[in-house]
């Protein structure tokens, strides 16, 4: 029973680089969101996701992009690092809400330090 | 705007000690409230779901209570244990496909 499972789980990248971190659920959720935290600031979103090809941007969606092509993974870019980006990335799924709770399962994290 | 905020930042009690973690939070039309616990350098673990028709939830020595027209949420912890060391994230939605998460309060339980 996996989850929400991230990967990777630590990157390091220099300013300027690229990279995509991917979020994988198995449990045909079809809202899909990525946060960031970053020490005493909790948790903030970054995009989310609806469904399968829909993407909304959150509180803090500069300097990413994401794409949900398939309804069980949910992408997050960074098209050119910076300092600031330095953060732990979680990934977190629910049902629909109308029809459901809208309890939130959420990935390990992924530690990505820019240098 | 719809913020989220949770005081203390830090608490520090005895073993065997009941305690109450405080939520509050503005615009009183959520869609639900939900605690969760994280451990250094781990993920976020649900503990409990409010909905915003209900007044309260239980599990186990946990129980979290919902006032909307006031903005508040408590989370009472039993009989505390070292175990329940940790950093308690509460998050709210609203009626949108947002949720929010208040800064966490940091837990230590002492043997």
């Known amino acids: 029973n996996a989850g929400v499972t991230q990967t990777p789980k630590f990157r390091v990248l220099k300013t300027g680089q690229s990279m995509t971190l991917l979020c994988a659920q198995d449990m045909n959720h079809e809202y899909m969101y990525w946060y960031r935290q970053d020490p005493g600031m909790g948790l903030r979103l970054i995009h989310y996701?609806?469904?399968?090809?829909?993407?909304a941007k959150g509180e803090v969606p500069d300097g990413y992009n994401v794409s949900r092509l398939k309804k069980q993974n949910f992408l997050l870019g960074l098209e050119s690092a910076a300092p600031s980006q330095t953060s732990v990335y979680f990934c977190a799924s629910s049902y629909w809400l109308a029809a459901n709770t809208g309890e939130l399962f959420f990935g390990e994290g992924s530690r990505l330090t820019v240098l | 705007k719809q913020e989220v905020t949770q005081i203390p930042a830090a608490l520090s009690v005895p073993e065997g000690e009941n305690l109450v973690l405080n939520c509050s939070f503005t615009d009183s039309a959520i869609y639900n409230l939900q605690w969760f616990r994280q451990d250094p350098g781990k993920g976020l673990t649900s503990l409990l779901l409010i909905q915003s028709s209900q007044r309260e939830q239980t599990s186990g020595r946990l129980n979290a209570s919902l006032d909307k027209s006031s903005g508040r949420s408590t989370l009472y912890i039993a009989a505390s244990q070292p175990g329940d060391s940790a950093t308690y994230l509460c998050a709210v939605r609203w009626n949108n496909n947002d949720m929010r998460f208040g800064a966490g309060t940091r837990l230590t339980v002492k043997p």
């Open positions: 996701s609806v469904g399968e090809g829909t993407t």
